[in-house]
């Protein structure tokens, strides 16, 4: 009786340990799974286009845009927490994402394109965890940016965001490429394609609801101050073709994205 008690007792020992392996392996899987339905309630989602590959990991969302080899859209939550840490960038390289098994760009598409690799999930916002902050160096999130656009106007916008984060306790972020007319061409052997501007749509919480902003940059060298390429996030939906912060309540969606007001976000008005 005492040997069949202890074999028992292995027995649940090791179904114990199998179903403890299963749920950590899928745990592990969902952090850079394609999205899947039931996921549309996450505030910083743009609505889906079920022609776009859908990619989630830790910290963000991204759309693919497999023929243009770039992102067409990266949404995430930033929260006033998430805006410190001790991650670094310095030791990380830019690889492919290994979530994603289809061609997509490579290291070499950029080298000596006379383009910066620009994040759209920008790495400062993901300090809060070095795994969080190295996906954000795979390519899907990455667009060829103007050298001076990616270190000088889009990265102060991107500093505006954290202290708006700090700010109101959490913000939703929306980055992504305007193709438009392709006036800059392709780059690469796989014909990674040179946005004409970029775009970032932001929304957060408020005392009456929410609040939301956006802007549009062109992929030049040319100043951009915030006031002048501000716009409401239905001027840029106009300008996009995508739908927004589409899990805001339907009450209040159209008062939400109508409206904008440069000073309401500590931006001077020249």
């Not at 992102?71 to 994402?97: C, H, N, Q, S």
């Not at 490579?106 to 999930?121: I, L």
């Not at 990265?155 to 490429?177: C, F, I, M, T």
């Amino acid at each position: 009786m005492k040997k069949r008690s202890q074999t028992l007792l292995l027995a649940l020992a090791a179904i114990l340990l199998l179903l403890y392996y299963f749920f950590q392996a899928r745990q592990e899987e969902a952090a850079t799974s394609p999205w899947q339905p039931g996921d549309d309630t996450l505030m910083e989602l743009p609505a889906i286009s079920g022609d776009d590959p859908v990619i989630r990991h830790s910290g963000f969302t991204l759309a693919y845009d497999a023929e243009a080899k770039i992102p067409r859209w990266v949404a995430y939550e930033l929260t006033a927490e998430e805006t410190y840490g001790d991650a670094e960038r310095d030791e990380i390289l830019f690889k492919m994402d290994p979530s994603y098994k289809r061609s997509q760009a490579m290291r070499e598409d950029y080298a000596e394109s006379g383009w910066t690799r620009g994040h759209m999930a920008c790495a400062a916002d993901f300090k809060w965890d070095g795994d969080a902050m190295e996906e954000t160096f795979y390519l899907t999130n990455i667009c060829p940016q103007n050298e001076e656009l990616n270190k000088g106007d889009w990265n102060y916008l991107e500093k505006q965001v954290r202290y708006w984060a700090r700010d109101h306790g959490r913000v939703w972020v929306v980055s992504g490429p305007i193709i438009g007319d392709m006036r800059y061409g392709t780059i690469g052997e796989r014909n990674v394609v040179v946005p004409d501007a970029f775009f970032k749509a932001v929304l957060l919480p408020d005392r009456n609801g929410y609040r939301s902003i956006a802007f549009v940059m062109g992929n030049d060298a040319e100043r951009y101050y915030l006031d002048k390429c501000s716009m409401s996030v239905n001027e840029l939906e106009e300008r996009t073709g995508l739908d927004f912060f589409q899990a805001l309540p339907d009450e209040m969606e159209e008062s939400v994205e109508s409206q904008y007001r440069p000073r309401d976000w500590g931006i001077r008005v020249k």
